[in-house]
C-alpha cells in the first residue's frame, strides 16, 4: 500500500514554550553538547596516541566514544537552534534521516557494551588464552557487526514509521523525531507498526543485555574463586566502568522503548530522552577517565609533554615519576598484606585504635581546630533553628517541614557522632579509641547517614504527591503516615548498618596498637587494618552500599521524572516557578548527599585510597550538614517568613 502523505514538514514543540526558559536551557545544552565534543574526540585521540592503550578494550571505548558523538550530534545542534533562534520546523526528509542517525547509532551502542561485557569476560575468566581469543579480527569483527546490526535496525524502524500516512497533524510533541512521537502522529492503523517497534526493540535490548549478563555471572563467579584478593580487587576494578555505563544506558532506553503504548506520558518520555540523547555520551568518557587508572595515566602523560617546553630538566625529571605516588601505594597495600600474614604478630587483635592526624604542623593544627569548631557550632545553630522554627510556627506544620525538621536532627546527630572525637585529636595527641567504642560510632554513624539518605527519599516522595496530586495531598500525606514512614526509614538504617558493622568487627585485626587513616570509624579504612581474607566483606558492603544508596537514589530519581513531567504539562508559568522552587532546595541536598557517599562506598577498593576518602567524608561529615539549613532557609519562603517573625517577636519583646 503506498504512503499517501500529506505533510512535508514537521515542528518540533520542544521541551517547553515558556520564553523566560529558553536562554538557559540553550546555554545549558551548549555547555553539555561541548563537553561531549571534547570528551569523547578527546578519548578518541588518547587512544589512537598512546600506545599502552591499544588493546581490545580500548579499541571497543574509541569506538563508544565515536558513536556517543555521532547520536549526540544527531539530536544537539537542532535542539540548541530551537531554543535560541526558535527554529523548530523540520523537513519530512530529515526528520526521516535524524530518525535513522539516532536510533542507528543508539543501537551500535547497546551491541557494543554487549562487545565490551564479552572482552572483559575474556580478560577475567580466560585470562591465559585472552591474547589468542580477542585478536584483531575478533575485535574488528564484533565491531564491524555491531554497526551492521545498528544501521538494520534503524532501517526497519524508519522504514515502518515513515511507510505510515500523515495527513493530520504535524506537530511532534518532542525535541527530535524519536519514533514514538513522529508514530503516534500517523492517520493510519498503526498497530502493526506499535509491535515492530516493540518487538525489535525488545530483540536488540535484551539480546545485548543477555551477552552482558551471561559474561557478568561467569565474571562474577571467576572473581569470587580468586585466591589473591590484589587479583579480585583488579578484576572488579576493570568491569567497575563498564557496569556503569550499562546501567546508566539501559536503564533510560528500557524506560523509553518497553512501556505499553497506553501508558506513554509525551512529556516523561521528553524527560527520560533528555538523559540518553544528551547527558549519556557526556557521561560516558568522564565514567571511563574517572574510574580508569591506564586514562589517567595517558591524560597525565599527554599533560606533561604539553608542559615539556616549559619546565626546566630537573622540573621534568620529577614530574615524569609523577606515577609514584601509585606506586607507593601499591607498596604500603603490599607491605601491609605481609605485615598481616606475618606469624609473629599478635593475632589476638588489637585492644585499641588511633585515627591518623591531620598535619604535624602547629599551626596548621589550630587553624583546622578553630575551622572545625566553628563548622560544628554553625551545623548546631543551623539545624536547631531549623527544628525550633517548625515545631514553634503552626504554619510549618506540614509533611514536608515534618520531615525538614527529622533531616536536622539526623544532621545534628551524625555530626556529634564524629566531630567531638575529631576535635580532641586534631593536635596530634592520637587518643585512642577501644574496639567497642569504634564499632559504636561506626554504628551510629552508618545508621544516621543511611537514615538521611532514605529520608532525602521520603522527601521527594512527599514532593511528587504534592504538585502531582495536589488535590489528594492532605489525605495521602497523613501525620500517621509521616511518622511510620519516618519510623521505618530509621528502623531499616539499623538493620543494614547492625549487618555492615558486626561483619566489619567479626575480622582479626593484628597488632596491639593499629592506625586508622581517617578521622572516624568508617568501614573502608577499618577493613583496610584487618589481616584476614576481606573479600566476602567487600563485597557485602558494596551490595549494602549500592541497596542504601542506589535504592533511594532511584526513588528520587522516578519522582522527579513524574513531577518534571508534571511541572512541564502546566498552563501557568507562575505555578511552574513555585514548583521548581519548592524543589530546589531538595535537589541540592540530595546531589550533596548522594555525590559525596557514591565516591566513598561505591567505588572499587582497589581504585581508591583512604587519601581520597578523607576530602569526601569531609564533605557529608561537615559541609553537607551546614548547608542544609542554609539552603532550606535561604531558598524557602516559609522558612524565611517563620524566621523573620520570631525575631521580630524576640526584639518586640525585648523592647521596654
Known amino acids: 500500500m503506498r504512503n499517501s502523505t500529506d505533510v512535508t514538514q514537521f515542528i518540533l514543540l520542544g521541551l517547553t514554550n515558556d520564553p523566560e526558559l529558553q536562554v538557559p536551557l540553550f546555554i545549558i545544552f551548549t555547555l553539555i553538547y561541548l563537553i561531549t565534543l571534547l570528551g569523547n574526540l578527546g578519548m578518541i585521540v588518547l587512544i589512537l596516541s598512546d600506545s599502552r592503550l591499544h588493546t581490545p578494550m580500548y579499541f571497543f571505548l574509541s569506538n563508544l566514544s565515536l558513536v556517543d558523538f555521532c547520536y549526540s550530534s544527531a539530536v544537539t545542534p537542532k535542539v540548541m537552534a530551537g531554543f535560541i533562534l526558535g527554529d523548530k520546523v523540520i523537513s519530512y526528509n530529515v526528520c526521516a534521516a535524524q530518525m535513522f542517525l539516532f536510533a542507528a547509532f543508539a543501537t551500535v551502542e547497546s551491541y557494543l557494551l554487549a562487545s565490551m561485557a564479552y572482552d572483559r569476560y575474556a580478560a577475567v575468566c580466560k585470562p591465559l588464552h585472552y591474547a589468542t581469543t580477542m585478536t584483531t579480527g575478533v575485535c574488528a569483527r564484533l565491531a564491524i557487526g555491531s554497526y551492521v546490526c545498528g544501521f538494520l535496525n534503524a532501517s526497519i ?30 492517520c493510519s492503523d498503526r498497530h502493526v507498526s506499535e509491535l515492530v517497534l516493540v518487538y525489535v526493540a525488545s530483540f536488540n535490548i535484551f539480546f545485548a543485555l543477555l551477552v ?14 580468586m585466591p589473591s584478593p590484589a587479583g579480585f580487587q583488579k578484576a572488579l576494578s576493570t568491569c567497575a566502568s563498564h557496569l556503569t555505563a550499562v546501567s546508566i544506558f539501559y536503564g533510560t532506553v528500557i524506560f523509553m522503548y518497553l512501556q505499553p503504548s497506553s501508558s506513554h506520558s509525551m512529556d516523561t518520555d521528553k524527560v527520560a530522552s533528555v538523559f540518553y540523547a544528551v547527558v549519556i555520551p557526556m557521561l560516558n568518557p568522564m565514567v571511563y577517565s574517572l574510574r580508569n587508572k591506564e586514562v589517567q595515566r595517558a591524560l597525565m602523560k599527554v599533560a606533561l609533554i604539553v608542559k615539556k617546553q616549559t619546565l626546566c630538566p630537573e622540573t621534568q625529571y620529577v614530574n615524569k615519576n609523577v606515577k609514584i605516588p601509585w606506586g607507593l601505594l601499591v607498596k604500603n597495600l603490599i607491605k601491609g598484606d605481609m605485615l598481616a600474614r606475618s606469624p609473629a604478630l599478635n593475632q589476638s587483635g588489637p585492644t585499641e585504635f588511633v585515627f591518623r592526624v591531620f598535619t604535624a604542623v602547629p599551626q596548621f593544627q589550630a587553624l583546622l581546630f578553630l575551622l572545625f569548631f566553628l563548622l560544628y557550632l554553625m551545623i548546631l545553630c543551623g539545624n536547631t533553628a531549623i527544628i525550633w522554627v517548625v515545631c514553634t510556627h503552626s504554619s510549618l506544620r506540614t509533611p514536608m517541614y515534618f520531615f525538614l525538621s527529622n533531616l536536622s536532627f539526623i544532621e545534628i546527630s551524625y555530626t556529634t557522632v564524629v566531630v567531638p572525637l575529631v576535635l580532641s585529636n586534631i593536635f596530634g ?13 561506626m554504628l551510629f554513624f552508618l545508621t544516621l547517614g543511611a537514615a538521611d539518605c532514605l529520608l532525602l527519599a521520603i522527601m521527594a516522595y512527599d ?64 577493613l583496610r587494618l584487618a589481616c584476614a581474607d576481606i573479600r566476602v566483606h567487600q563485597a557485602v558492603l558494596y551490595v549494602v552500599s549500592v541497596l542504601g544508596l542506589m535504592v533511594p537514589f532511584l526513588l528520587i530519581s522516578v519522582s522527579y521524572v513524574a513531577i518534571i513531567a508534571a511541572i512541564l504539562r502546566m498552563r501557568s508559568a507562575e505555578s511552574r516557578r513555585r514548583a521548581f522552587s519548592t524543589c530546589c532546595s531538595h535537589l541540592t541536598v540530595v546531589l ?15 581504585s581508591s585510597s583512604a587519601e581520597e576518602d578523607r576530602p569526601f567524608a569531609l564533605v557529608y561529615t561537615f559541609v553537607t550538614p551546614l548547608l542544609n539549613p542554609l539552603i532550606y532557609t535561604l ?22
Open 157 to 186: 524502524h524508519v522504514g515502518d514509521t515513515f511507510s505510515l500516512s500523515f495527513c493530520e497533524s504535524n506537530l511532534v510533541h518532542h525535541f527530535f523525531c524519536d519514533i514514538p512521537a513522529v508514530m503516534v502522529l500517523s
Open 635 to 656: 531558598r524557602n519562603k516559609d522558612v524565611k517568613g517563620a524566621l523573620r517573625k520570631a525575631v521580630g517577636r524576640r526584639g518586640a519583646a525585648k523592647a521596654p
Open 592 to 606: 550533596l548527599q548522594y555525590g559525596s557517599c557514591a565516591l566513598v562506598y561505591l567505588r572499587p577498593q582497589s
Open 212 to 225: 552482558i549478563l551471561i559474561s557478568y555471572i561467569f565474571i562474577f563467579v571467576t572473581i569470587l574463586k
Open 463 to 526: 514532593r511528587f504527591v504534592a504538585i502531582c496530586h495536589p488535590l489528594h495531598y492532605t489525605l495521602i500525606m497523613t501525620r500517621k503516615l509521616c511518622i511510620q514512614m519516618v519510623a521505618c526509614a530509621v528502623g531499616l538504617a539499623l538493620c543494614m548498618s547492625l549487618q555492615v558493622t558486626s561483619l566489619t568487627f567479626t575480622l582479626p585485626f593484628c597488632g596491639h596498637l593499629r592506625e586508622i587513616n581517617h578521622f572516624l570509624c568508617d568501614v573502608p579504612p577499618v
Open 429 to 441: 595527641a592520637q587518643k585512642p579509641i577501644s574496639l567497642a567504642g569504634c564499632a559504636a560510632q
